[in-house]
């Protein structure tokens, strides 16, 4: 996934990553790139803490974007990151471990139906871009490859040791709803195992620990390029059916954060959106900027990342009636799939996300 670096980046290494973009990027800095001004930004007031299950990765861009390209500063905000190392993190975002918790919203959802006073703010990215790869010695003899079914491409999961970031993780659930989908009971015809830190996951399959595993880019990349991986199901430029529209990265408070720091999250929610547009807009400086945090990637490797990501971030940070449908419907089928019951029937959209901050954010 490449070294994590500071989350206040040097001045430095942001001239370095904009110094192809043209003599006024390197002389002026990055923000004069992304159309901010290069007066002094606004006294950082405000500030939150935010966590993430891992450092550095494609699925947090628009939040890394945010902070380094200064979003929040021109809210006066000063947000700070922490990293588990592990897929459910909703125990230290209740405990008061931090203001945010990024991650999939279906998490979120699983403990507001158990009562916890956790609510959605905003969304960032609509692609479940958590991909599966697989041993392509294993895929080769097999004879199936990611053109083929679903249906096909589920069943070669059977079998596999696959490795994931823990139970309940949107990884562990992919994995389970594709074997589901290839016939196979994901708790007898296949070893899930959990591998905490994304370095470890690549080196497992280096090493023959696993045959496969389901994460994000450009961890995925890597395994395709060091370890004999090819990908079974790239959820981010070719999601199967269902999935193309999946609101999958999200930020979720407690209620009490919701109360005590409205005027924060609203400069939080402010500064995602810019970030979002910039995306969008402007991919060029985007991958300048991108390019600082995977700096152990190479090249080659990175390009190949960048494209196969650059598309998984929503135009703006307001989740819909659709987002909450598609989630709801995995949610449910994953607690059946596990003996649990599913959501109430009365668990709504308006009970899963709180678009106040949102549409203070974007008014």
């Known amino acids: 996934m490449g ?10 290494e942001l001239i370095r990553a904009t110094s192809g973009l043209g003599g006024l990027a390197a002389a002026q800095g990055f923000g004069a790139v992304v159309g901010m001004s290069v007066a002094p930004a606004m006294a950082q007031s405000l500030q939150l803490s935010s966590l993430r299950s891992t450092s550095r990765s494609w699925i947090w861009g628009a939040e890394d974007f945010a902070i380094d390209a200064k979003y929040f500063d021109r809210s006066g905000l000063k947000v700070t990151m922490a990293a588990t190392e592990r897929g459910v993190n909703h125990d230290a975002l209740v405990g008061g471990a931090a203001d945010i918790l990024l991650g999939a919203p279906q998490q979120n959802m699983r ?3 158990l009562g916890q006073p956790v609510v959605i703010i905003a969304g960032m990215v609509n692609k479940f871009a958590s991909n599966i790869v697989v041993r392509k010695s294993i895929l080769d003899k097999l004879g199936v490859d990611e053109k ?15 490795g994931h970031t823990g139970p ?3 990884p562990d659930q992919l994995l389970r709803h594709f074997l589901k989908i290839g016939g196979a009971d994901p708790n007898k015809d296949a070893k899930l195992v959990t591998i905490r830190g994304v370095p470890a996951m690549v080196a497992a399959m280096e090493k023959d620990q696993i045959d496969g595993f389901c994460l994000s880019s450009p961890t995925s990349d890597q395994a395709v390029k060091r370890a004999g991986a090819a990908y079974l199901f790239n959820m981010s430029i070719n999601p199967p059916p269902g999935f193309d ?11 009490a954060t919701l109360k005590k720091k409205e005027a924060e999250l609203i400069a939080y929610v402010k500064g995602t959106a810019l970030a979002l547009k910039a995306i969008h807009d402007d991919p060029k400086t985007f991958k300048a900027m991108s390019r600082v945090w995977f700096q152990a990637v190479d090249d080659e490797l990175f390009e190949i990342a960048f494209r196969n990501n650059v598309g998984i971030y929503m135009k703006d940070p307001t989740p819909t009636q659709h987002h909450f449908n598609v989630n709801l419907k995995f949610m449910n089928d994953a607690l ?4 649990q019951k599913p959501a109430p029937a009365d668990y709504s959209y308006d009970k899963a996300f709180n678009l106040s901050i949102v549409k203070r954010a974007l008014g």
Do not use: C, H, M, N
């Open 245 to 255: 529209d999946f609101l999958y990265i999200t930020a979720s408070v407690t209620e």
């Open 148 to 162: 083929s079914s679903v249906e096909k491409r589920g069943a070669a999961l059977k079998g596999l040791r696959l």
């Open 3 to 12: 070294k994590p670096i500071s989350i206040d980046t040097s001045r430095r």
């Open 168 to 170: 309940g993780s949107a």
């Open 336 to 339: 059946v799939e596990a003996g």
């Open 111 to 113: 403990v507001q139906i």
